[in-house]
């Protein structure tokens, strides 16, 4: 069982970078843009840096949003769908309530 687990963890770690590398990249990318902008104009407001960073951000999640939904969606109906396979079928033989339930 702790084996499943680990491993639906280390798919979940998995899957949230990769999901999120697009938006940290939009992120990283604008905040280059922004130092330039603010050294071409002469501007030391940090104001202007967080603005196009959260502009850029938020065009990058409405552009691949649907497919992090989506993915996400995917995963979780995955792993509820393997909830069985945590239960051993050796100690539902064992298990006096069910035995008292047979005729």
């Given at each position: 069982m702790n084996e499943l687990?680990?491993?639906?963890?280390r798919e979940a770690a998995?899957?949230?970078v990769t999901l999120l590398l697009p938006?940290?990249?939009a992120a990283a990318g604008s905040a280059i843009v922004a130092g330039w902008v603010g050294s071409a104009l002469g501007v030391r407001d940090g104001m202007l840096g967080q603005c196009i960073r959260t502009v850029a951000v938020v065009l990058t999640l409405a552009l691949v949003g649907e497919?992090?939904?989506a993915t996400t969606?995917?995963?979780a109906r995955a792993g509820w769908g393997s909830l069985a396979d945590l239960h051993d079928e050796d100690e539902s033989e064992d298990d006096p309530v069910?035995?008292?339930g047979e005729p």
């Open positions: 687990i680990e491993f639906a963890t998995g899957l949230i938006v940290l990249a497919q992090l939904a969606t995917q995963y069910e035995a008292e």
